[in-house]
């Protein structure tokens, strides 16, 4: 005889569940004064590559990292032009965050009393001086000639040579290397495709001549053309360490910002709430979560346990979820997952509550039945309402007459995602523990 099909969706939720008590545990944890290591995630299929070492991630106010101000020049847009600007200039402070391996960091523009600011928060990071050095500079590449190779003996300056044409905007990628006959690293380039041939031409007409790298107006590189260059790769030398091409690199393939910048403030900022107040916020979340337990337990007897088991399961999954994103926690993250807590028992009231109308009128498996589906609607509605207020207050489409901050974004994002999960288990994962355990 084989497995009904809500004994099947059981078992498939209680595997589900262990797969997400390792992820929860993971990268380790403490039993008995003993430290276990569990690794994380490493797949590849394809060109697809999945890496996660299942940390959980803090954002500023609870892990502490850096807080930096950057004033942008404007002066010389128009107000059409500056709005993009100031996009562009926010779009490649994230990309040149990314390179540094911050997960979700806070970049919001300001204006105010004529002065165009970009904030940036790296939640982490506690090395100003590193984050600044990558994200702040202008990086502009430019490849110039000199304009009489008689000059080339007095060395390079922004007077004695002329652009050639092919900027930094000509890159497609750019990546440290090392010079096995000189012994040195260099940085390998590609050029962009339909850059290839203008690069070609500014090789070929440069045989024999000097090719001179510029970045932010300062000399980066004066080499010597061999051979014309069609392929669309090269190679920039200089007196580089090894750190220096990674920099480099990653300023590159960032792109260049379309306008000046200049750090007018930047502090590295502690764990506003310390250890105890985190750890306080904690106690009190699971004080809560106890006392739900208990009032379903006493409310509904047979019934409160099963949906105590469902909860249980939600704080499982949604820790996993967490770190598998994963997701930034904050202060106000963890308030909108503990609101979600309450959602969560929520749909189970109304379907208890639901239970003890239809069961005096028919048979027991019925009445659990109907009362799932009668009680569909207020659950539906009441969710979608949330999700449309976490969604107003995540501004996922960056809407200017909405709300930009991080910390309340943090909390839609928690909220959301517990709606969700909230809604799994209090309709799929009690519904088919009351068929298997209670119907008969």
């Given at each position: 005889?084989?497995?009904?099909?809500?004994?099947?969706?059981?078992?498939?939720?209680?595997?589900?569940?262990?797969?997400?008590?390792?992820?929860?545990?993971?990268?380790?944890?403490?039993?008995?004064?003993?430290?276990?290591?569990?690794?994380?995630?490493?797949?590849?299929?394809?060109?697809?590559?999945?890496?996660?070492?299942?940390?959980?991630?803090?954002?500023?106010?609870?892990?502490?990292?850096?807080?930096?101000?950057f004033e942008a020049d404007t002066s010389q847009l128009s107000s059409g032009d500056k709005k993009d600007a100031l996009e562009s200039v926010k779009s490649i402070f994230e990309q040149r965050v990314n390179f540094m391996g911050v997960s979700e960091p806070n970049i919001q523009l300001s204006s105010f009393e004529?002065?165009?600011?970009i904030i940036v928060e790296l939640p982490g990071i506690k090395d100003t001086q590193a984050a600044v050095s990558l994200i702040g500079r202008t990086a502009r590449l430019d490849f110039r000639e000199f304009i009489d190779e008689k000059d080339a003996t007095q060395g390079a300056t922004l007077l004695n040579t002329?652009?050639?044409?092919?900027?930094?905007?000509?890159?497609?990628?750019?990546?440290?290397?090392?010079?096995?006959?000189?012994?040195?690293?260099?940085?390998?380039?590609?050029?962009?495709?339909?850059?290839?041939?203008?690069?070609?031409?500014?090789?070929?007409?440069?045989?024999?001549?000097?090719?001179?790298?510029?970045?932010?107006?300062?000399?980066?590189?004066?080499?010597?053309?061999?051979?014309?260059?069609?392929?669309?790769?090269?190679?920039?030398?200089?007196?580089?360490?090894?750190?220096?091409?990674?920099?480099?690199?990653?300023?590159?393939?960032?792109?260049?910002?379309?306008?000046?910048?200049?750090?007018?403030?930047?502090?590295?900022?502690?764990?506003?709430?310390?250890?105890?107040?985190?750890?306080?916020?904690?106690?009190?979340?699971?004080?809560?979560?106890?006392?739900?337990?208990?009032?379903?337990?006493?409310?509904?007897?047979?019934?409160?346990?099963?949906?105590?088991?469902?909860?249980?399961?939600?704080?499982?999954?949604?820790?996993?979820?967490?770190?598998?994103?994963?997701?930034?926690?904050?202060?106000?993250?963890?308030?909108?997952?503990?609101?979600?807590?309450?959602?969560?028992?929520?749909?189970?009231?109304?379907?208890?509550?639901?239970?003890?109308?239809?069961?005096?009128?028919?048979?027991?498996?019925?009445?659990?039945?109907?009362?799932?589906?009668?009680?569909?609607?207020?659950?539906?509605?009441?969710?979608?309402?949330?999700?449309?207020?976490?969604?107003?207050?995540?501004?996922?489409?960056?809407?200017?007459?909405?709300?930009?901050?991080?910390?309340?974004?943090?909390?839609?994002?928690?909220?959301?995602?517990?709606?969700?999960?909230?809604?799994?288990?209090?309709?799929?994962?009690?519904?088919?523990?009351?068929?298997?355990?209670?119907?008969?």
């Amino acid at each position: 005889m084989g497995l009904s099909g809500p004994l099947k969706k059981v078992i498939v939720i209680f595997l589900l569940t262990l797969v997400c008590v390792y992820v929860s545990l993971s990268p380790g944890f403490n039993f008995l004064g003993k430290s276990f290591k569990l690794p994380g995630l490493d797949v590849k299929i394809g060109n697809l590559e999945i890496k996660r070492n299942f940390n959980l991630v803090l954002g500023l106010d609870l892990a502490g990292g850096s807080h930096l101000v950057f004033e942008a020049d404007t002066s010389q847009l128009s107000s059409g032009d500056k709005k993009d600007a100031l996009e562009s200039v926010k779009s490649i402070f994230e990309q040149r965050v990314n390179f540094m391996g911050v997960s979700e960091p806070n970049i919001q523009l300001s204006s105010f009393e004529g002065k165009d600011r970009i904030i940036v928060e790296l939640p982490g990071i506690k090395d100003t001086q590193a984050a600044v050095s990558l994200i702040g500079r202008t990086a502009r590449l430019d490849f110039r000639e000199f304009i009489d190779e008689k000059d080339a003996t007095q060395g390079a300056t922004l007077l004695n040579t002329r652009p050639t044409g092919f900027t930094g905007a000509d890159f497609k990628k750019a990546t440290p290397d090392f010079d096995q006959q000189l012994s040195r690293p260099i940085i390998s380039f590609e050029t962009k495709q339909e850059s290839a041939q203008k690069f070609g031409e500014i090789t070929t007409k440069l045989v024999g001549k000097y090719l001179i790298v510029f970045l932010d107006d300062a000399v980066l590189s004066i080499a010597t053309v061999q051979e014309p260059i069609t392929q669309g790769k090269g190679q920039i030398s200089g007196a580089f360490t090894v750190e220096q091409t990674k920099l480099l690199s990653k300023l590159m393939n960032a792109g260049a910002l379309p306008v000046p910048v200049m750090l007018v403030q930047e502090q590295t900022v502690g764990a506003t709430l310390g250890a105890e107040s985190v750890s306080r916020s904690v106690r009190a979340g699971l004080v809560g979560l106890g006392m739900v337990l208990l009032f379903m337990f006493l409310a509904y007897g047979k019934l409160g346990l099963f949906a105590d088991l469902a909860l249980i399961i939600y704080g499982i999954l949604t820790l996993a979820l967490y770190k598998f994103i994963p997701v930034v926690l904050t202060l106000p993250g963890i308030a909108g997952f503990l609101l979600s807590v309450g959602m969560a028992v929520d749909s189970n009231i109304l379907i208890f509550e639901r239970f003890k109308e239809e069961k005096p009128r028919r048979p027991l498996a019925d009445a659990l039945e109907v009362s799932f589906g009668r009680a569909w609607d207020s659950i539906r509605d009441a969710n979608i309402a949330t999700l449309v207020t976490a969604f107003v207050l995540a501004n996922p489409l960056d809407w200017s007459f909405l709300n930009t901050s991080g910390p309340v974004r943090g909390f839609a994002i928690t909220l959301a995602l517990g709606i969700g999960l909230s809604l799994f288990t209090g309709i799929v994962v009690v519904r088919n523990l009351l068929r298997v355990f209670i119907r008969k």
